[in-house]
C-alpha cells in the first residue's frame, strides 16, 4: 500500500505562487503516472497535472503555462509549482499514484487564492 502525504498549500493572494508536494512511501520511480487533482467547494475533482515514469508531462487547459509538475525519484516526491494563482484555483489539491492496477490517493490539502 503506497502512502502519499501532500504538503504545501494555504492562503495566497490572486497572482502569487505556492508550490506543493506529495512525498510517497514508495519509489517514485515504480510509479507509472503521478497525478495531481484538486476540488473546488461544492465541485467535482478535476485533474490538473499528470507525470509519466519517462518524464512526460500534461495539464489541464485551465492551468496550463501556469502550472508545473515534476518529480523527484530520489526523494520520491513529486511537486506541483502554482504561479499567477487565481481565485478559481481555489480548492483541495490531492496527489494520485498509479502503480499496476493500483490507484492509490493522498489525503489532500487546501489551497485558497484571495482576490
Known amino acids: 500500500q503506497v502512502q502519499l502525504v501532500e504538503s504545501g498549500g494555504g492562503l495566497v493572494q490572486a497572482g502569487g505562487s505556492l508550490r506543493l508536494s506529495c512525498a510517497a512511501s514508495e519509489s517514485t520511480s515504480s510509479m507509472t503516472f503521478m497525478r495531481w487533482y484538486r476540488q473546488p467547494p461544492g465541485k467535482r475533482r478535476e485533474v490538473v497535472a499528470a507525470i509519466g515514469s519517462g518524464g512526460g508531462t500534461h495539464y489541464a487547459p485551465s492551468v496550463k503555462g501556469r502550472f508545473t509538475i515534476s518529480r523527484d525519484n530520489a526523494k520520491n516526491t513529486v511537486y506541483l509549482q502554482m504561479n499567477s494563482l487565481k481565485p478559481e484555483d481555489t480548492a483541495v489539491y490531492y496527489c494520485?499514484?498509479?502503480?499496476?492496477?493500483?490507484?492509490?490517493w493522498g489525503q489532500g490539502t487546501q489551497v485558497t487564492v484571495s482576490s
Open positions: 494520485k499514484a498509479a502503480r499496476g492496477l493500483g490507484d492509490y
